[in-house]
């Protein structure tokens, strides 16, 4: 299939940053990334230029990566500068996090000091519901919830941490810690736990080695400025 050829129907869901669209075929769809950024639990609003292209061709550079590592993806191929053919999924509602440095809400609930290495990365489930603002759960939760079996959890684990050795490494490669980053997952046709969302600056934090610049969404959390330049900066490091 080229994948090109697939026409947009209707709108499937419009989210904080993405846009999903039905196409002419039932099993794909079109995943389109938005320059508009939200924070701090939706209160800031604002746009980030370019970042829909960035954070689009950065996350299916980042799919392609670790298909070749096993790791199941629903990416499928680009459609356009800010657009890719993804499956569809039928997505679990929990968000994964993984941590190898702390920082954020790790250090505001634990105490832990910003910038400690973790011996052991952490791996988080947090319950993606805004109107209770993505409360942290555990396994037990996403069992008892009905979220997901006992194998997709163990799965999801899987992946989460086969993801985050291949890209910690990956990124250091380019001179960049990987911090901490999201991910979600869905179930496709067959059941199959594959990785879907998206692995982008949006998701992940980045820290320059050399001097310790944040190159991630945290610059627009926190007014850092040079928003534009640090999405520039990682697109540059990845396809250099
Ligand atoms: N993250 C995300 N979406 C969310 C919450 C977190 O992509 O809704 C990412 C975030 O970019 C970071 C990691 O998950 O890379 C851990 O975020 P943390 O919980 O520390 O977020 P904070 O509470 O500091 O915003």
Known sequence: MKESNLKKTSMLYEGKAKIVHETDKEEFLIQEFKDDATALDGKKKGKIK????YNNQISAHLFSYLESYHVVTHFVGPYSDNSMVIKRLDMIPIEVVMRNIATGSLVKRYGVKEGTELEHPILEFYLKDDAKHDPLIN???????????????????????????VLKSYFHRRNMYLVDFKVEFGRGKSGQIKLGDEISPDTCRFWDTESGAKLDKDRFRH??????????????????
């Not at 370019?50 to 292209?53: D, F, L, R």
């Open 139 to 165: 396994e037990d939760h996403v069992l008892a919830f009905g979220h997901a079996s006992e194998d997709e959890i163990k799965q999801i684990k899987r992946f989460a941490q086969k993801i985050n050795a």
């Open 223 to 240: 007014d850092l400025g040079n928003v534009e330049e640090a999405y520039a900066e990682v697109y540059k490091r990845v396809f250099k």
């Open 50 to 53: 370019n970042k829909g292209v």
